[in-house]
């Protein structure tokens, strides 16, 4: 019998089941996304997230567990995301979860989602087989998705000090929002990925926020709007013009990102940077921050492409290192849109 956990993630707009092992390895992860119900509308729709979590999810929780080869008898714990995110959409995953607790006469573990992703980098690399990802050394994490934008000095699991957050935008969100104004299919950020390639980085001169010394709170509004400033005066029907906007756009964003993440190792005297997120997909940024990192002798560890965006294998892997440390939740804890870490 394979001691696991069974993880759901229903945040926002992907609904996912996980099983972990106690070890921290990942036995299936089934993610559905409703990237395409939502396209139509450029964003996610609260009512209709949670109506998809809802039809997606008891087939996902069997299909999580057939291809982990597990019984639901056999599960150890159920957990799920309690927050942040859309209130609608969390109460799928949790309901879900706890009912299954219940039935099951088991334990239940509300996970915070921030949590998920700040020990994603983490997942799949233990020093041995029975320790996968499970030391966890003090370290700079960065968060970067659609929702957050963050800073955090890691000193232990569980002992997390934020050193500087979005003050508006986060990263992902800047991405979706000029990929909108440029006319690009929800969501904008892998699709300005993608045009850069072929963009100069340096056609046009966007403002890095919030450089001045020793500030690693973040700032993307500005850039947005000097973005829409210049929409009038250039040809988006140019493919050269739109890669080119692309690629100065997301050079701007990057270069605050990677160097307040290294300004912030510096600070914390620590030798290591996480860095999380579906924005840590983004591939001009892990080129950036492996480049920049190997100059000053910092290593960075990204997540893996797929646990980058929303996905409930990173929820498992946390639930794990919580299940490791004695902890349990209530069947009363609630979902909180604005759970802090
Ligand atoms: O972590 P995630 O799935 O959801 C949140 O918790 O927010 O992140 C989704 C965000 C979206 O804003 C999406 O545009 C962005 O991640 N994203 C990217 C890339 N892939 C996903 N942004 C830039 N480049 C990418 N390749
Ligand atoms: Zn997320």
């Known amino acids: 019998m394979k001691e696991c956990l069974l993880a759901l993630e229903t945040s926002c707009d992907e609904t996912a089941a996980s099983v972990v092992d106690l070890n921290g390895r990942v036995l299936s992860s089934e993610v559905v996304t409703q990237i395409e119900a939502h396209r139509v509308y ?3 729709v609260p009512e209709l997230a949670s109506r998809n979590h809802i039809m997606h999810m008891r087939e996902l929780c069997e299909q999580a567990l057939e291809s982990a080869g597990v019984k639901l008898g056999e599960v150890s714990a159920f957990a799920a995301t309690s927050g942040p995110g859309l209130v609608s959409s969390l109460l799928i995953g949790s309901t879900m979860a706890k009912a299954l607790a219940l039935a099951e006469d088991k334990p239940y573990l509300a996970i915070n989602h921030l949590e998920g992703h700040l020990l994603s ?6 020093g041995s087989d029975e320790d996968l990802g499970m030391a966890i050394p003090p370290h700079v994490a960065l968060i970067v998705s659609g929702g957050h934008t963050m800073l955090l000095h890691v000193k232990a699991v569980g002992d997390y000090q ?3 957050r979005t003050r508006d935008d986060a990263a992902g969100e800047a991405f979706d929002k000029v990929g909108k104004m440029l006319g690009l299919p929800y969501p904008g950020g892998p699709e300005i990925d ?3 390639v072929g963009g100069d980085k340096k056609a046009f001169e966007f403002p890095r926020s919030m450089m001045e010394a020793g500030n690693l709170e973040f700032s993307f509004s500005g850039l947005k709007t000097a973005v829409l400033y210049h929409l009038p005066k250039i040809d988006l029907k140019d493919a050269q013009t739109l890669k080119d906007v692309c690629a100065s756009f997301q050079e701007a ?9 290294l300004r912030a190792a510096k ?8 860095v999380s997120g579906g924005v840590s997909c983004n591939r001009r940024l892990r080129e950036r921050l492996v ?7 910092v290593e960075i560890k990204l997540t893996q492409p797929r646990y980058s965006t929303d996905n409930a294998a990173m929820i498992g892997f946390a639930a794990v290192h919580r299940w490791r440390a004695g902890l349990r939740s209530a069947l009363e804890t609630d979902v909180s849109p604005n759970l802090p870490l």
């Open 42 to 44: 450029g964003g996610v």
């Open 121 to 126: 980098p983490f997942m799949g690399y233990g």
């Open 162 to 164: 934020l050193l500087g």
């Open 194 to 196: 993608k045009l850069a």
């Open 253 to 261: 964003v990057i270069e605050v990102l990677v160097e307040k993440a």
């Open 267 to 274: 600070l914390c005297g620590v030798l290591l940077i996480s």
């Open 291 to 297: 480049e920049r990192g190997g100059q000053q002798s």
